[in-house]
Every structure is written in structure tokens, then in C-alpha cells.
């Protein structure tokens, strides 16, 4: 026998044992965290393509973890943010109503509250996400494709700072990880090899469709610090910035406007009268559903074309109190409409 072969055996015999004691780690930390992990069932309303461009209730599916006793969980905001109802599932089967108490679209993160919390649930607990480093170990887990309680593995692949994605628009710090993530993993947990919490799944970016190595998770603390640490607001709208000549397009009176896209029936939104679109279009390349109404203003702000707005419109709103009137001026068919309610 070769020195070479020898030295190759004797490296394989050495790594049996720590590859085994690294599977047996990990399979005691999924089985202490696996409790926390939920499954998202929703419906929501939408446009579905066809002649007569019908608006049709339709299932959505993600994810979530269990982040206190009292029943508060945390998911992506594009999982709930429109939607009408919702269910989450426990790993026992067990379904439990749940509404949406805060959402940042802009950062994909919203905390939901169910009505009751079974017995003997299990509570996620959080890391240090600040303390996370490229390279690190982590894993994912989630339902994809409507597969729960499925584990996948990686690495922290690269961190993205704030507003330095999208052009800026996005207002998230993310990880970015080649841990399989798929249709169904949105909102679910990313784990520390320590089983704590220091990320909520949001999305991926492929041209196939499928993962490509390439899916981003906000970092839990930016969740924490937007849906904890803040007064909760939840709009319950899905909206597409008009700016440029989109704006002009659309004879927008001003610079920009917030073309509604869908709306959930239980948010304030749905009780200004607020109205969604109902006809699939194309615009800039990104499918939009148009003849809703366009929002000018909220509060008295004015949307403006950088998104600026956003936070001071938020901040207003977090503000109101019950009681407090919503006010918002739009634009439907072609004219100023005010669109007025009171805060529950």
C-alpha cells in the first residue's frame, strides 16, 4: 500500500467520528427547536388572469416561529400583508387563528398574535445577530412547497446593510445564505448551531425560478427592533410606486403616487373604502394590477418619488390612538377623492 493511500484512510478514519458527533449536534438542536416552527396557512383576495379577470380568494403558504408565551409570532410581511384570514398550524396538527398585530413591508417582517397558544408550546429564543459572521454555520427551517418542518442546511454567504439592496428601497439589514430555501420557507426561522433565532426567511433571487444558492434573511435584530421595539402598525395594503413617467402615464397632480394594488378586508384600509386593483397589467417590466386607486397623500404627507415618505407615514400612523381620524386624499378615475375613518 502507497504512503499517499494510507495517509487518505487515515484522514478519512479521523473525520468519521466528528462528522458523526457534528450530526448528532444538529439533530439535537432541531429536535429542541423543531416546537417553535409553524406552518402560515392564508387567503387572500386577487385578480386571476383569464377574460373576465375575475377577483378570487386564494391560498398562500409560509412559515413562522413562536416568539412568547402569549402567542406572538414572527413571519415575512408578503405572507400576510393582505390577507383576509389566517391559520397557523402547530406541529401536532393543531390550527390556531391569527391576525396581523405589525407589519414592515419595506423590511418583509410582520408579527403576528394567535388567539390561544396550545399547551406545552415551544417558545424560539433569540441570538445575536449582530454577532454572526460570513462563514458561520446556520440552519433553515421552514415548509417549503408546503413540506413542514423540513431542515436544510449552509453558511452565512455575505450580510447586506441597510438600504443597500434594490436600489435602495429595501430598508432591511439581510443575510444572504446558500441554506436551501423555497416556496414556503418565507417566514420561517434561520437557527444559530446554538438553536437560537438570528433571522426570519424573505426570499430568494433566481432566474430559474428555484433556489439557486441565493436567499436572504432578515436579520433578527432589525425584526426585533421594527416589530418590538416600535408602536405596531399594520396598513393591510400592497401598494406600487408611480414615479417618472409612470406618474405621467398615470396623470398624477404631483411627483409620485401609491398605485393600491390588494387590500385585506380586516384592515382600516378596507374600511376607508379604499379600493384594489382589478386588471392585470405590465409596467416597467413587472406585472401590476391597475385601476385601483392612486394614494397622494396620508396624513396630510405627500408620497414622494424616493420612498422618503414611507417612515414619516408610518411614524404618523403609529402615533393615532382610537378614535383618531385616517385620512388619506386619492386619486380615482382621474379625480381628488378624500377618503376618511376612525381609528378602532
Not at 304 to 332: C, F, H, N, W
Request: charge should be neutral; proline fraction near 4%; charged fraction near 20%.
Amino acid at each position: 500500500m502507497s504512503i499517499r493511500l494510507m495517509v487518505l484512510l487515515t484522514l478519512m478514519f479521523l473525520a468519521c467520528p466528528w462528522q458523526d458527533a457534528e450530526a448528532e449536534t444538529l439533530r439535537k438542536i432541531f429536535k429542541q427547536v423543531d416546537g417553535s416552527v409553524l406552518v402560515i396557512q392564508t387567503n387572500h383576495r386577487d385578480v386571476v388572469a383569464g377574460p373576465e379577470k375575475t377577483l378570487t380568494s386564494l391560498p398562500g403558504l409560509g412559515s413562522g416561529v413562536l416568539i412568547s408565551a402569549d402567542g406572538k409570532v414572527m413571519t415575512a410581511a408578503h405572507l400576510v400583508q393582505t390577507a383576509d384570514d389566517i391559520m397557523v398550524q402547530f406541529g401536532n396538527g393543531e390550527l390556531v387563528k391569527a391576525k396581523v398585530v405589525s407589519s414592515d413591508p419595506s423590511a418583509d417582517v410582520a408579527l403576528l398574535q394567535l388567539e390561544k397558544v396550545p399547551p406545552q408550546s415551544k417558545v424560539a429564543q433569540f441570538g445575536d445577530s449582530d454577532a454572526v459572521e460570513v462563514g458561520d454555520e446556520i440552519f433553515v427551517v421552514g415548509a417549503p412547497l408546503g413540506l413542514g418542518h423540513t431542515l436544510t442546511v449552509g453558511h452565512i454567504s455575505a450580510r447586506h446593510k441597510p438600504n443597500t439592496m434594490y436600489g435602495g428601497t429595501s430598508r432591511a439589514e439581510f443575510f444572504q445564505t446558500d441554506a436551501a430555501i423555497n416556496e414556503g420557507n418565507s417566514g420561517g426561522p434561520m437557527f444559530n448551531m446554538k438553536g437560537e433565532v438570528i433571522g426570519i426567511v424573505s426570499h430568494i433571487i433566481s432566474k430559474s425560478g428555484g433556489f439557486e444558492g441565493l436567499g436572504f434573511v432578515v436579520t433578527s435584530t432589525m425584526a426585533r427592533r421594527l416589530l418590538l421595539e416600535r408602536n405596531p402598525y399594520w396598513s393591510g395594503v400592497d401598494g406600487y410606486l408611480l414615479t417618472g413617467n409612470l406618474a405621467k402615464a398615470f396623470n398624477l397632480p404631483q411627483s409620485a403616487g401609491m398605485l393600491i394594488q390588494r387590500i385585506s378586508t380586516k384592515s382600516s384600509a378596507a374600511k376607508l373604502g379604499l379600493r384594489p386593483g382589478t386588471i392585470m397589467a405590465v409596467l416597467d417590466g413587472h406585472p401590476v394590477l391597475v385601476g385601483g386607486d392612486i394614494v397622494l397623500e396620508v396624513q396630510g404627507i405627500q408620497i414622494v418619488p424616493d420612498g422618503a415618505s414611507y417612515s414619516v407615514i408610518r411614524d404618523r400612523m403609529t402615533q393615532l390612538k382610537s378614535g383618531d381620524e385616517i385620512k388619506l386624499v386619492v386619486l380615482r378615475g382621474g379625480e381628488r377623492s378624500v377618503l376618511t375613518t376612525l381609528v378602532p
